[in-house]
């Protein structure tokens, strides 16, 4: 196989090559269980959750192929099976629920939030042990495209009135009798 020269050592590219396979294994197993969760919701948010699910399993497919490709760039090869992703993945599968709606929005936030927080490392690393700021922005905007899809689940079920001003009405208590 040819050297590759792109101004980053062999130990740095193979560093980075390890973080993107982490992050296309948690995007794996991500998509997986929002396909699975866009195919089983039921409920009155059925519409809603089924066609939200449908564009973030759209856009996680998209991030999945750029994840592999940028991998490829670097010389490196994408895992490419389940049992390899299953391996190195941060995120975990829940087999065998189907919880209710709510609880699917929470759980895909949560991973959402974990795999945001993974790719801050991931950033970091890039930038500071690796010297690939090439990858560290490309990172950066797949966090950004996660913080918007933890945005939008955290909204589903967050579900608090506004007041015209834009200003959340304080949360009313009830003072228990005899107090």
């Not at 090439?134 to 579900?159: K, Q, Y």
């Amino acid at each position: 196989m040819r050297t590759i020269n792109i101004g980053l050592t062999e130990e740095q590219r193979q560093g980075v090559i390890n973080l993107l396979n982490q992050d296309l294994a948690d995007s794996y197993v991500l998509i997986i269980k929002t396909k699975k969760y866009h195919w089983d919701v039921v409920g009155p948010q059925f519409r809603s959750l089924h066609e939200l699910w449908e564009e973030h399993y759209e856009k996680l497919t998209e991030n999945i192929d750029d994840l592999a490709e940028r991998i490829r760039a670097l010389g490196g090869f994408p895992v490419g099976t389940m049992e390899g992703f299953l391996k190195i993945a941060t995120l975990k599968e829940h087999s065998g629920q189907v919880p209710l709606a709510t609880e699917m929005v929470a759980q895909l936030g949560e991973n959402h939030e974990q795999f945001i927080r993974n790719l801050r490392d991931h950033v970091d690393q890039c930038s500071e042990q690796f010297h690939d700021e090439g990858t560290a922005d490309f990172l950066t905007g797949l966090m950004e495209e996660h913080e918007e899809m933890a945005w939008m689940l955290r909204s589903f079920i967050e579900g608090q009135a506004l007041q015209p001003d834009g200003v959340q009405p304080p949360i009313e208590t009830k003072t228990p009798v005899g107090v």
